[in-house]
């Protein structure tokens, strides 16, 4: 991908609206049980994303950012708080926020046997996208990512790099508003991480809003415009680089996190989504199947 796409037939670039939030989160609580009894993993999170953003979720391993994404899914329940995706509540139109919302994760494999011009026309079936336009969004989404070599080989004779652009394709299949990433760079090497920064420059040249969840707070100051820094589940600074430097007096996202952290605290929250019993880790094929499995088709 070049960083000179500035626009893309695929979509139309949103124009940044500050008063009408993407993303809208409010009061959002999550407990756990455990023997020890109940177990707070996501204490009153609020937050909000704009089209044309894109915002850091940072924190340590355990912080809460991934459990806080599950409930932005719609994959998990919130004890208390609301969430709205693109204008829908998740918890009363779980499959209108499926089809607004993108999951990259580093969780996230390619059905091998599949090449990615099937892979990709597979996900536009279970979005119910039409046969025409499902096959044009392939093609153009084939020469943004510059796919046109190995669209047509299985998955499974692809190096990681290729893999991951497929990945990365799949992921804009059904032109989302909203795209969520979580821990996208976990396990790449330069070449991937960087593709992955031109991939969150694109989306917001788009005007999607996007969620960048990750504990490498020195890749979130290099792509991110606004930051919400989560500690033992509670979102405890938020703002742009400039306010939040203003607010610590710290230059570096690294040292105000650092700040926040008792010197005698183990890392993060002891049960997150990673921990908790029965909770798999984040994946787009489990999102997107979560709704087609039990049968629920628009």
Known sequence: MSSSDTASPLTSVIQADRTHPVVDVRHLVKTFPSAAGPVLA?????????????????????????????????????????????????????????????????????????????????????????????????????????????MDRRCAGMSTGQQQRV????????????????????????????????????????????????????????LCCRFGLMFQGRLQLEGTLPELQQRTGREHLTDMFLDLVPRDVDNGHPLNAETSPGAPALSSQGFVQSSAQTGERR
């Not at 409930?71 to 919130?78: A, Y």
């Not at 996230?108 to 046997?113: F, H, R, T, V």
């Not at 996900?123 to 039409?130: C, G, M, N, T, V």
């Not at 040249?205 to 490498?216: D, E, M, N, P, Y």
Request: proline share 5%; with cysteine; charged share 20%.
């Open 42 to 150: 996501v204490r009153d999170v609020s937050l909000q994303v704009f089209p044309g953003e894109v915002y850091g979720l940072l924190g340590a391993n355990g912080a809460g950012k991934t459990t806080t994404l599950r409930m932005m899914l719609g994959l998990q329940q919130p004890t208390s708080g609301t969430v709205r995706m693109a204008g829908f509540d998740v918890t009363e139109d779980p499959l209108a926020v499926k089809r607004n919302v993108a999951l990259v994760s580093a969780s996230s494999g390619l059905y091998q046997w599949l090449t990615p011009r099937e892979m990709m026309l597979y996900f536009a079936d279970l979005y119910e996208i039409p046969a025409e336009q499902a096959h044009q969004r392939a093609e153009m989404l084939a020469e943004l990512f510059d796919l046109g070599r190995f």
């Open 167 to 222: 990945n990365l394709a799949r992921s804009l299949m059904h032109d989302p508003p909203i795209v969520l990433m979580d821990e996208p760079t976990r396990g790449l090497d330069i070449v991937g991480s960087r593709r992955i920064f031109e991939y969150t420059a694109h989306l917001r040249r788009l005007g999607k809003a996007v969620i960048f969840c990750t504990h490498r707070l020195d890749e979130a100051q290099r």
